[in-house]
């Protein structure tokens, strides 16, 4: 049975529920569901532990987080281990990929906030300068897709910018949070400075509604954004939302194909497309578009299938595989549920799904997927690709495929996107801003922006008394 996480101390609280393989559908855990008495007791704890921890020098701070990192290192294989469990992914992605850059996103938030200058500026008889102060506690939610990747990329910022913070799972990915707050009691975190909670949506909401909550950082969907905007909205909280996507990706005549076609199978069919980042519209240049299609299609063909998160999002992605039918797609491969004649015949999996003919006002076209799929439509000029790449009422991420240098630094300025991908995909530098326009976020993190969103300015100036004569 997996516990909160309050103050240093295991806390059951709340009523249970099973935590499933989604490769199997196997129950693997139990966890707790907070309850508001549970939510209340971690945030006070955090209160509490918030003086201490942000009079600590910057560098200290810093400090922690690499301990921290270290101790991620010292559990990796056990981290990898809960990550694929929790998740369904392969073993190799978790090693490779999400505890690499959590290891990383501690040291490199460590380094930046060591090395980040204060503002001065001087002015005649006057010094005008700033001071950043702490939010105070952060309810930290963190998704199912890429759980302890996306949980430390929250922390570490926070962490270090001096917030005391309260974490909460997705209830569909707890067990490596659990196993992270073991690495807290390892490195001697001081208690309360990182407090981890369990629990459905009820309670994330009861989180981020608590009056001693002070700001809310989430990655997950956009309708759940819209519901913790509007119950922090009397109070004025500041948040920083990842929110959903409907990513384009935009291919000219003029790429180099089999680049283009390696690249949009990652980023189409990556963890199952369960990613914010992945491409869900392909707009493919006319001359082009037969040969890439079938390309495509084969490809998809021999991906590997990964199971969706849960019973209930698996039937979503298929409701979706319905719609385009309904809607009068031609289905070029798959949109159906695979079969193994093994155990995981009774896991979340779905077919990788290619499919073209829609309406760009169609539902499937208009809405998120979240699932290993996606619609691929012809274009014949620039301007065009442009359009109907910023069609969308989401501006999350966006790939271009080119030789042509002109064009590629034409097209991603143009696009209504927060992050435009030019000839790859995911390639990502974590000092560098993300986040989303539209529907797909408000705020950007990374880097110094991270700090920025963590904490708060305060303007001095001292009037100078000038020397008697």
């Known amino acids: 049975m997996l516990t909160h996480f309050i103050g240093g101390t295991r806390v059951p609280g709340g009523s249970a529920f099973p935590v499933r393989d989604p490769v199997t559908g196997a129950e693997i855990d139990q966890v707790y569901d907070a309850d508001p008495e549970v939510v209340d007791r971690a945030v006070r704890a955090a209160r509490e532990a918030a003086p201490g921890w942000a009079a600590l020098p910057v560098g200290e701070r810093a400090g922690w987080l690499r301990r921290l990192a270290d101790g991620i290192e010292a559990r990796f294989d056990d981290l990898v281990a809960a990550e694929a469990a929790d998740t369904g992914m392969p073993l190799e992605a978790a090693g490779t990929l999400d505890l690499p850059r959590s290891v990383l996103n501690f040291r490199t938030f460590a380094e930046i906030a060591a090395q980040r200058p204060d503002e001065a500026f001087h002015l005649p008889g006057a010094l005008s300068y700033t001071v950043r102060r702490p939010l105070g506690v952060v309810a930290v939610i963190v998704p199912w897709n890429l759980p302890f990747l996306l949980m430390t990329w929250k922390l570490a910022p ?21 196993l992270f707050t073991e690495i807290c009691e390892e ?54 939302f990842e929110l959903g996507g409907k990513n384009a990706g935009v291919v000219f005549a003029d790429c180099d194909l089999g680049r283009a076609i390696d690249g949009t199978v990652r980023s189409v069919f990556a963890n199952g497309g369960q990613a914010c980042l992945c491409t869900e519209r392909l707009y493919v240049e006319r001359s082009i578009f037969e040969e890439f299609c079938a390309v495509l299609a084969g490809r998809a063909q021999i991906v590997e299938p990964q199971p969706m ?35 995981r015949d009774g896991g979340y999996f779905v077919e990788p799904t290619v499919v073209s003919g829609l309406s760009e006002w169609s539902r499937f076209n208009r809405e998120e997927i979240f699932g290993p799929v996606c619609h691929v439509a012809p274009f014949t000029t620039e301007n065009q690709a442009v359009d109907l790449a910023n069609s969308s009422e989401f501006g999350l991420a966006a790939t271009v495929w080119t030789s042509n240098l002109d064009r590629a630094h034409r097209v991603a300025q143009r696009l209504e996107a927060g992050l435009v991908w030019v000839n790859t995909w995911c390639l990502r530098d974590l000092r560098a801003p993300f986040g989303g326009a539209k529907l797909s976020g408000t705020g950007r993190e990374g880097g110094t922006r991270s700090l920025d969103f963590y904490s708060q300015p305060t303007t001095i100036t001292i009037k100078l008394e000038q020397p008697d004569p």
């Open 158 to 178: 926070a962490l270090v910018a001096g917030n005391t913070v309260v974490v909460k799972p997705s209830e569909h990915t707890p067990c490596s949070a659990a």
């Open 187 to 240: 490195v001697e975190l001081p208690p309360g400075v990182v407090n981890v909670i369990f629990g459905s949506g009820p309670a994330g909401r009861l989180l981020v509604e608590h009056p001693s909550v002070d700001g809310v950082t989430f990655t997950g969907s956009t309708r759940t954004g819209q519901t913790i905007m509007g119950a922090v909205a009397d109070r004025v909280k500041p948040v920083s």
């Open 309 to 343: 998160i849960s019973a209930e999002h698996r039937e979503r992605v298929l409701s979706y595989y319905a719609l385009a039918r309904s809607e009068g797609a031609k289905v070029l491969t798959g949109g159906g549920v695979p079969s193994f004649g093994d155990e």
